[in-house]
């Protein structure tokens, strides 16, 4: 190895330290806030590190966000894989089932994903409390699943689009109709698609704070992050349970990405290439 190469990767390895370094330090000021005592923080004491280190910032965090934590896990997992298997029937359906006018629909699909919540909060909570859904969890999951329609169609469409149209056809022939084309030639061989959306779906609606607080009224119903939210006091602010409350809502994410995301990634480079 020569010594320009040398010093060309050290660069690089330097160069991606430094980025991660970056992006880690909210995450390293989250933790040493959350153990230190009420006296040790101060905008003057951010970067010291605790000492003495103290867990009452996650002791007393965890007692007011722990009901919550089981509400956004009651949320965000049976809405992430509903949202997914009516994505891959969507992208299924625009994929593989070409009929008239099938594009113009898929593009009407795709402008959900750029609206804004906060311009549809009215008519929406109108809609919920017209269907009885409106202050509890299961129309939380119902809002989520909907939103989630338009990016889980446009991602199992691009994963889809690559199989073959031979083997779709090979099931037509062989009797299969609609649903048995789905389940058994495009569902088995799906799971990159559906590790890519999931992790997706479970990012974006465990994050969400504004849906949780617009349409759950009960804060004992609401989600993590609006408990997070209400952790600030209203003249003062404990920013070590603050802190602290607010690393244990990033947890779950954090633990997803760090056991699935190579199943992301190569989730990702396989609709990319198929699509």
């Known amino acids: 190895m020569t010594l320009q190469r040398v010093w060309t990767r050290g660069a690089i390895y330097f160069v991606l330290v430094a980025f991660a370094a970056w992006y880690l330090m909210p ?3 989250m933790l040493i806030t959350g153990l230190k005592t009420y006296e040790q923080v101060g905008i003057t004491k951010m970067w010291a590190l605790p000492y003495p280190v103290s867990l009452d910032g996650f002791s007393q965090a965890w007692v007011k966000v722990s009901a919550n ?3 956004s896990i009651m949320i965000t997992v049976p809405a992430a894989i509903i949202s997914a298997f009516i994505g891959s029937i969507n992208g299924y359906i625009f994929a593989k089932w070409k ?13 959900g994903m750029f609206l804004p919540y906060q311009g549809i909060l009215i008519p929406l909570v109108q809609t919920l409390m017209a269907l009885g859904l409106y202050g509890s969890i299961v129309g939380v999951i119902f809002v989520h699943c909907v939103f989630g329609i338009p990016i889980t169609a446009l991602m199992f469409r691009s994963y889809f689009a690559g199989i073959p149209n031979e083997l779709v ?11 048995g084309i789905y389940r058994h030639i495009l569902l088995p061989i799906a799971f990159p698609a559906f590790a890519v959306v999931l992790i997706w779906q479970f990012t974006t ?6 849906i949780g607080l617009i349409v759950v009224s009960n804060p004992r119903l ?3 992050n609006v408990a997070v939210k209400n952790l600030a006091g209203t003249y003062t602010t404990q920013w070590q349970v603050q802190m602290s409350g607010a ?5 779950p994410t ?5 056991a699935l995301g190579k199943f992301f990634m190569r989730g990702l480079l396989a609709g990319s290439l198929k699509g």
């Open 27 to 29: 995450i390293y000021l």
């Open 69 to 71: 934590f089981g509400n």
């Open 99 to 111: 009929f008239r006018g099938s594009n113009t629909i898929f593009m009407l699909f795709l402008v």
């Open 169 to 179: 056809d090979a099931a037509k022939i062989d009797g299969c109709g609609f649903f």
């Open 205 to 210: 609606i465990w994050n969400d704070y504004l």
């Open 222 to 224: 609401a989600p993590v």
């Open 247 to 251: 690393l244990i809502a990033a947890l």
């Open 254 to 258: 954090i633990i997803v990405y760090l």
